[in-house]
């Protein structure tokens, strides 16, 4: 399909005008032959069109950024981009979380910001303020894409990801244009970027790792393009050339919500000095890099490491969960 032809079939499915057979069918087509970055853009755009957004000032829009990973990896890991998020905002980032519940993984990071005590029900005013605030908003995905209602039961009965992995981080409610994208394949790597790059991204990072994680990973080398000014740069990060060692996919999985919370606790608070905190100094490093915060990836983990050690992030995250019931 090209822009146009995808545009009108999931103006349609949002529309609910498609049966479910022909919605499901859909998604299982695009799933299996791959979805083209112009099939990623047109759908982001109407995604975004049927979407409740938070009516920010042009400065503090300018000002957000976002960090997310599509899922699909299948990888189990914990909410690695969850928790570099509220590290982020404790280091004066405007942190425009977007996000659901679990759709390929036990615990979305809906899920894990519930079980860490945050308030997921605030009216767009109270996200706005919240956003001015403290430097933090969630936004969960349900209750900014009312047509996800329709569509999310045929999405849940297939067993494999579908483009909606791809739609959240391209369908910011709060319109952030600096991001850092996790896919779950360097073949789409690319198809990402131009997709971006097409919905108008002020600077964006769309990275993987070879060994098949949505995040930077600490387990082997991961690949990105730099998007900014409409070009787009690659390159790759090797975590030992960081400092970091090499290690297994198994010491950064997670599980259910209540254990992912646990673990970013845990790490916030300075206990888990291993590779669950590298892996998340390594993926915020890249937000602050983005975010003009840092000068490079390594001043970034220097950052990142100084709001935990000091204690920092743990303030903040404290800050976030009051904050979002009196807002």
Request: net charge neutral.
């Amino acid at each position: 399909m090209n822009y146009t032809q995808a545009y009108a079939r999931f103006n349609a499915l949002f529309k609910n005008e498609l049966s479910d057979d022909e919605a499901r069918a859909l998604l299982v087509e695009l799933y299996e032959k791959g979805e083209s970055f112009e099939e990623i853009a047109a759908a982001a755009k109407v995604m975004r069109e049927h979407s409740i957004k938070l009516d920010l000032e042009s400065t503090l829009r300018d000002e957000i950024i976002d960090i997310v990973g599509t899922g699909g990896d299948k990888s189990g890991t914990f909410n690695i981009s969850t928790t570099a998020s509220i590290v982020l905002s404790s280091l004066g980032c405007k942190v425009a979380k977007h996000g659901s519940g679990s759709a390929t993984s036990k615990s979305g990071s809906a899920d894990v910001l519930s079980a860490l005590g945050l308030n997921l029900t605030l009216s767009v005013e109270k996200q706005i303020k919240m956003l001015k605030e403290c430097g933090f908003v969630f936004m969960f995905a349900m209750n900014h894409h009312p047509c996800m209602k329709h569509i999310m039961p045929i999405r849940r009965s297939l067993s494999h990801r579908t483009i909606f992995n791809m739609l959240g981080p391209l369908a910011n409610p709060a319109g952030a244009n600096k991001q850092v994208i996790g896919v779950f394949d360097v073949a789409y790597i690319e198809r990402f970027s131009k997709a971006l790059n097409e919905l108008g991204t002020q600077k964006s990072m769309v990275l993987s790792s070879l060994d098949g994680l949505d995040e930077v990973s600490i387990c082997g080398v991961t690949h990105y393009t730099l998007i900014e000014q409409n070009s787009m740069t690659q390159g790759e990060i090797n975590p030992e050339a960081y400092g970091f060692k090499l290690m297994p996919l198994e010491s950064i999985k997670g599980g259910e919500s209540v254990q992912n919370a646990k673990i970013t606790r845990a790490i916030l608070r300075g206990d888990d000095k291993g590779p669950k905190k590298d892996i998340v100094l390594l993926n915020g490093a890249c937000a602050l890099h983005v975010d003009g915060k840092a000068r490079d990836i390594q001043e970034g983990i220097e950052m990142m490491r100084y709001a935990i050690e000091s204690k920092k992030a743990w303030d903040k995250l404290s800050e976030i969960i009051r904050l979002s019931y009196i807002v």
